[in-house]
């Protein structure tokens, strides 16, 4: 049993009421997100990220080593996402048992990055059927806030773009390998072919009336709010979560339960969501870029540059 | 597997269908009328689904008496020969998870729950075969299961999967397709364009989601008179047993 505090009625209609006034209780507009803040790319260690999302907290730590491929795909690295949510992030979350919810937040994030391929597996190969990168990407909720899948989806991504995996070189004809030491020679970046942002849009009816709301053919009164913090989350009465890409690709739709939503509704939201997934990847693409100079300059990696500036 | 062609220049499909035909459709209801309170048997082309329903009744655990109404509780079982490589298949694998949570929640608003307050109703699945459009088959046999155990809903859901092959929106797809191109499975209640159920695997291009959806919903709406028929079948050759004693 989840042990979520419930919301009282009083509360409840207030925020309704807020909701038809156009309002809502945090003061962000329908379809404003709570930008990422707080962001810390770890500087000693490739791949560690922290990062903070209205309240929302979560760490993730790429890592990597190196191991046999499967049988069945000798050409393809590995990857795999670790979700870790326990009962730190919020008490609704039980230690050791995987409650659906659980389930169902890992199981987007997963298909929204590793079944898209999302990371170039091919890559990954060192040698063929031999030696292949596996990499594994540890995602730790710390605190809970309402919209844990864009959370993820974000901190992953951003955590495997600042990845960084060490330097291989093949010695006799492609018989054994030499791993460079991370100092020796600089580490490669892993090739990431686009990426995925999910949205989350939780929506609630405001008349109260199911019935008029599955048989009616006015979409009026259903309202629908991007980003939901965790009072907003409680309340809703159904969500949708749409992933997509900068390049107006549709990566994972889901909806599950909740109020059925208008077809036309759901291809107004999916384009109106393109403007913010511009926004965040943009933004992602900017921290890493930050980051990396930040280090061009700290570590004076000029200095080991060969060749002119023409 | 990408060598196949999916869908030939004349506009053939590897069964021999056309972009907008629909597979096989069968149904049967109240095909175990001793062992449950409703039952289906649904066979879209070659996935094969019963769904047996039980409720609503008292719940064994008080945690599952909800108040403000039913609950209802999917099982999923699929059989470890439903697919062409016999396969053992665990119930806590994530993607069953996923398809019985997407399934409980569908029914949990489609059904009239408030009608039935601290009651559970327990929907047994079994896949008997599997070749594409499984959610969707299965999400259909819940639907018949329902009516014919006389559970008040506020319209048929009907479901259809359907793929985007390049530019063309092929409909229900098989299991060589569903391999092969990106599925969209949606679940539509009654005539209307609302959608109970969503959901996308792949990659699909923004663009094409209207038409893709259209397509979607106009089959839903053919699923939803099939479905009907078979009801209103079955309920005349009981009116008619009952109009003979």
């Known amino acids: 049993m989840s042990r979520s505090v419930d919301v009282s009625t009083n509360e409840r209609a207030y925020f309704i009421e807020g909701l038809k006034a156009g309002i809502r209780l945090n003061g962000r507009r329908f379809d404003e997100i709570r930008y990422p803040h707080n962001i ?22 790429v890592s990597s080593y190196i191991r046999k491929p499967f049988e069945d795909r000798p050409f393809e690295g590995i990857f795999n996402i670790n979700c870790e949510i326990n009962s730190m992030a919020s008490a609704k979350f039980e230690n050791g048992k995987n409650s659906d919810e659980e389930v169902l937040i890992s ?8 079944r898209s391929n999302s990371l170039d597996l091919e890559s990954l190969c060192i040698i063929a059927g031999e030696k292949v990168w596996n990499i594994t990407v540890d995602l730790n909720f710390l605190n809970y806030d309402g919209n844990f899948i864009d959370i993820g989806c974000f901190g992953v991504m951003l955590a495997l773009q600042h990845f960084k995996k060490p330097d291989i070189s093949i010695i006799n004809g492609g018989e054994d390998i030499i791993v460079h030491d991370i100092n020796e020679r600089e580490p490669q970046p892993l090739s990431i072919l686009h990426v995925p942002v999910c949205l989350t849009y939780c929506f609630y009816n405001i008349t109260n009336q199911q019935e008029v709301n599955i048989k009616g053919e006015s979409t009026s009164d259903d309202i629908y709010l991007l980003d939901c913090d965790y009072k907003e989350d409680l309340l809703k009465s159904g969500s949708i979560i749409i992933t997509l890409n900068k390049n107006r690709e549709i990566i994972q739709l889901s909806k599950n339960g909740g109020i059925p939503i208008d077809a036309s509704l759901l291809v107004d939201l999916a384009l109106g969501s393109i403007k913010v997934v511009d926004e965040l990847t943009d933004l992602m693409k900017k921290l890493i870029k930050d980051h990396e100079q930040q280090r061009f ?4 990696l000029k200095l080991l540059q060969v060749g002119a500036d023409r | 597997m990408s060598r196949m ?9 590897i069964d021999g269908r056309r972009w907008n035909e629909l597979r096989r459709f069968e149904s049967r ?8 309170d409703g039952s289906s048997y649904v066979e879209q082309g070659n996935t094969k689904v019963i769904c047996m329903v039980q409720g609503p009744m008292e719940p064994s655990s008080r945690s599952q008496a909800d108040s403000a109404g ?10 470890s020969f439903s697919t062409f490589e016999r396969k053992k298949r665990s119930k806590s694998e994530k993607r069953m998870v996923e398809m019985k949570a997407t399934l409980e929640r569908t029914f949990q608003q489609s059904v009239m729950c408030h009608l039935y307050p601290r009651t559970l109703i327990s929907i047994d699945i079994h896949v008997l075969a599997q070749d594409g459009g499984l959610l969707a088959s299965m999400a259909n046999a819940v639907t018949l299961a329902l009516i014919d155990a006389g559970v008040a809903m506020y319209d048929y859901v009907s479901c259809i999967s359907v793929g985007l092959h390049d530019q063309t929106p092929l409909l229900d797809l098989n299991g060589l397709e569903e391999q ?8 539509v209640i009654g005539k209307t364009e609302k959608l109970a159920l969503l959901m996308l695997e792949d990659k699909m291009p923004l663009d094409h989601l209207e038409s893709t959806l259209g397509i979607a919903i106009a089959a839903t709406h053919r699923i939803r008179d099939l479905m009907d028929d078979e009801v209103r079948k079955h309920g005349n050759l009981r009116s008619s047993k009952l109009a003979k004693n």
């Open chain 2, 70 to 79: 039913a609950t209802i509780e999917v099982n999923l079982s699929v059989a």
């Open chain 2, 5 to 13: 062609e999916l869908y030939s220049p004349e506009g053939l499909r």
């Open chain 1, 297 to 300: 300059d700290e570590l004076n």
């Open chain 1, 40 to 61: 810390h790319l770890s500087k000693e260690e490739y791949g560690y990220v922290e990062l903070e999302w209205g309240k929302n907290k979560i760490s993730v730590r």
């Open chain 2, 29 to 36: 209801i109240n095909t175990h009328p001793n062992s449950c």
């Open chain 2, 180 to 187: 092969d191109i990106s599925t969209l499975t949606i679940g």
């Open chain 1, 107 to 114: 199981r987007i994030i997963e298909k929204s990055i590793r």
